[in-house]
C-alpha cells in the first residue's frame, strides 16, 4: 500500500545532542509537512516543502531545519534538542497544498533526557 | 486570517446513542473542510472532507459531517457510537491554496 513511513517511531536523545527523524513516501506526492504535537495539543505546522521549494512557519526556531533530497524522503534536524522539544513529530504529504487533504505517518515520539 | 475552533475539550457519549463533535470555522473565502481521528501514539487519520456539493459528506467507520455556510459550521456526527471510537478528533480548514489549519481537538470518550 501507499503510505507514509516515519522512523523511528520513538527516539531518545540526549539534551543538545543533534538529532534526525526521517519521513519517506510512495506516493508520490509533490508536498511534505513536518507538524510538532505536544500533549495531544493540534498539530503545529513547523514547515513544508512544495518539491524543492523550502517554506519555513515564521515562528518556526532555528534549532529545527529540514531536508528533501529528493521526492520520496523528508528529515527533520534538531540542531540541539532541549526538553521543550520533547514531542510527537508527525509528517504528512499531499499533491497539492490546502484542498487535497492530508496523509500522515504514524510519528516519532521524541525524548529528549 | 483562517481559523477553526472547536468548543469543546471532551465529549462523553454511551455506546449506541449519538455522537456529535462540534467545529466551526473562519475564513475569507470558499473552505475545504476536514476531519482527521488520531488513536494514542499515533498520526492522524483522514475520516472525511468537504470540498464542494452535497452538504452532508459520508466518511470513513460509519461517520458523516454536515456542512451549513450560514452557520460556519462543519459537525462531525455518528447514528450509533462505540467503544471504540474513543480517539482525539481534529477539525481543519484550508482554501484552495493554502495549508490546513487545524482546531485544538476534542477529546471523545464511548462508555460501555
Known amino acids: 500500500d501507499a503510505m507514509v513511513i516515519q522512523n523511528p517511531r520513538y527516539q531518545v536523545t540526549q539534551f543538545g545532542k543533534p538529532v534526525t527523524l526521517s519521513c519517506s513516501q510512495t506516493?508520490?506526492?509533490?508536498?511534505m509537512y513536518w507538524y510538532q504535537q505536544k500533549s495531544s495539543q493540534a498539530p503545529k505546522l513547523l514547515f513544508h516543502?512544495?518539491?524543492?521549494?523550502?517554506?519555513n512557519e515564521a515562528d518556526t526556531p532555528d534549532n529545527f531545519q529540514s531536508r528533501r533530497p529528493n521526492t520520496s524522503f523528508c528529515f527533520l534536524d534538531i540542531r540541539s534538542p532541549g526538553l521543550g522539544d520533547a514531542a510527537m513529530y508527525l509528517c504528512?504529504?499531499?499533491?497539492?497544498?490546502?484542498?487535497?487533504?492530508?496523509?500522515f505517518g504514524s510519528g516519532t515520539r521524541l525524548t529528549v533526557v | 486570517a483562517q481559523s477553526v475552533a472547536q468548543p469543546e475539550d471532551q465529549v462523553n457519549v454511551a455506546e449506541g446513542n449519538p455522537l456529535t463533535v462540534k467545529c466551526t470555522y473562519s475564513?475569507?473565502?470558499?473552505?475545504?473542510l476536514f476531519w482527521y481521528v488520531q488513536y494514542p501514539n499515533r498520526g492522524l487519520q483522514f475520516l472525511l472532507k468537504?470540498?464542494?456539493?452535497?452538504?452532508l459528506v459520508k466518511g470513513s467507520y460509519g461517520f458523516e459531517a454536515e456542512f451549513n455556510k450560514s452557520q460556519t459550521s462543519f459537525h462531525l456526527k455518528k447514528p450509533s457510537a462505540l467503544v471504540s471510537d474513543s480517539a482525539l478528533y481534529f477539525c481543519?480548514?484550508?482554501?484552495?491554496?493554502?495549508?490546513?489549519?487545524f482546531g485544538t481537538g476534542t477529546r471523545l470518550q464511548v462508555f460501555p
Open positions: 504528512a504529504t499531499s499533491r497539492q497544498t490546502g484542498g487535497d487533504g492530508y496523509t
Open positions: 506516493l508520490n506526492h509533490n508536498v
Open positions: 516543502y512544495y518539491d524543492k521549494d523550502f517554506n
Open positions: 475564513v475569507s473565502g470558499n473552505p475545504y
Open positions: 468537504y470540498i464542494t456539493g452535497d452538504n
Open positions: 481543519a480548514v484550508s482554501l484552495d491554496t493554502d495549508k490546513l489549519i
